[in-house]
Nanobody, 125 residues
Framework: QVQLVESGGGLVQAGGSLRLSCTVS????????MGWFRQAPGKEREFVAA????????FSTNSVKGRFTISRDNLENTLYLQMSALEADDTAVYYC??????????????????WGQGTQVTVSS
């Protein structure tokens, strides 16, 4: 069974940084694309970033692209999201996700099958 577990969230001031981790079991992540999503209270889950099996990256906006870095450590079988210059609008529960099968990366939550339980990121303004 594939299991994703996020960690690294917390409370930070605006302008601060956090590194989120997603440890995966039951699958070698180097063979699949993976994504990060976030969901704030009362809002829909939204795409943040994705990384392909060969290291290509996709970001939701230029703002995210300039402040966030998505990466993977295949030896640790772990996905990361390094977040810098955090803003209040970044406050959300962050989820890592993986599709059922290898393929092209997607920005839609419906195209992902496996999800972690999420880690809370709160940015104070």
């Amino acid at each position: 069974q594939v299991q994703l577990v996020e960690s690294g969230g917390g409370l930070v001031q605006a302008g601060g940084s956090l590194r989120l981790s997603c440890t995966v079991s039951g699958r070698i992540i180097s063979d699949y694309c993976m994504g990060w999503f976030r969901q704030a209270p009362g809002k829909e889950r939204e795409f943040v970033a994705a990384i392909t099996a060969i290291g290509g990256t996709l970001f939701s906006t230029n703002s995210v692209k300039g402040r966030f870095t998505i990466s993977r450590d295949n030896l640790e079988n772990t996905l990361y999201l390094q977040m810098s210059a955090l803003e209040a609008d970044d406050t959300a529960v962050y989820y890592c996700a993986a599709p059922l099968t290898p393929g092209l990366p997607s920005t839609s939550p419906s195209d992902y099958y496996y999800w972690g339980q999420g880690t809370q990121v709160t940015v104070s303004s």
